[in-house]
């Protein structure tokens, strides 16, 4: 795949819990183009949000090598790693992970303070962000005042903020009732039509039917692609 924006070869990782070995994941090949919505389903333990992780750079592979937009990430140092986050990776977690005393609009600008940029900056883009997803008329409400759906939302507008090349997605639809899950889905799934590239994470097939590409887990191996 000569335009993959995530070329992963011999990904490896294991983790010591016990004084024994855990093979989380074991040489996992992977290319994602870039504009793919793909969807990562396994069940508990299989590996799956351990690959979200090296996917995102909040960890680190045992062996094996990451390119992520034509860089090897195996490479590099904390800092440029942290960088690469901060510009080329938006997050969006189950438990949505927003800050409680901020508004909205603070949380979905939080991500622009570690770019430098100018505070009207922060604001117009943070306020562009929350009007993609819906939500121009919340912007001055706290986290606490915001339905659970709302809550995800705010989070896909701070992980959109930035304007990343990757979005992944852990578990979006898990702490949501299903038709506010269904309107997450459509959500990422505009995003994806829009030209985002989209990594879900998830043990729910009627989730993972939304996305273009369907890859299953088990024992820490890509044991089966299929088509959404």
């Known amino acids: 795949m000569a335009d993959a924006l995530v070329r992963m070869r011999g990904l490896s990782k294991r983790f010591h819990a016990g004084g024994a070995a855990v093979q989380a994941l ?18 508990s ?11 995102g750079l909040l960890d680190r592979p045992t062996d094996g090598r990451y390119v992520l937009d034509g860089e090897d990430t195996g490479r590099l140092d904390a800092d440029r ?12 977690f189950q438990s949505f992970a927003l800050l409680p005393r901020m508004t909205a609009l603070e949380n979905v600008e939080l991500p622009l303070a ?3 940029l100018p505070n009207w900056e922060r604001r117009q883009r943070a306020s562009r962000a929350l009007s993609q997803v819906g939500l121009e008329h919340r912007t001055q409400h706290l986290p606490n005042r915001l339905s659970g ?9 701070r992980a959109l ?29 505009g995003l994806h039509g829009n030209g985002r590239t989209i990594v879900l994470v998830t ?8 996305a273009e590409r369907i890859l299953s887990i088990q024992d820490g191996r890509v044991v089966h692609a299929a088509r959404g």
Do not use: W
């Open 161 to 189: 903020v930035y304007e990343p090349l990757l979005i992944l997605a852990d578990e979006p639809t898990g702490s949501l009732d299903t038709r506010t899950g269904m309107e997450i889905l459509e959500l990422l799934r």
């Open 149 to 157: 759906g709302e809550r995800q939302r705010v989070a896909v507008a």
């Open 203 to 210: 043990h729910d097939r009627a989730i993972a039917d939304h």
């Open 81 to 92: 790693c942290a960088a690469i986050r901060n510009r080329k990776i938006g997050f969006v």
């Open 26 to 43: 074991s040489s996992v090949d992977l290319d994602i183009a870039a504009g793919e919505f793909v969807a990562v389903m396994g069940p």
């Open 114 to 116: 570690y770019l430098g």
């Open 45 to 55: 333990g299989s590996g799956k949000s351990t690959l979200l992780y090296l996917l």
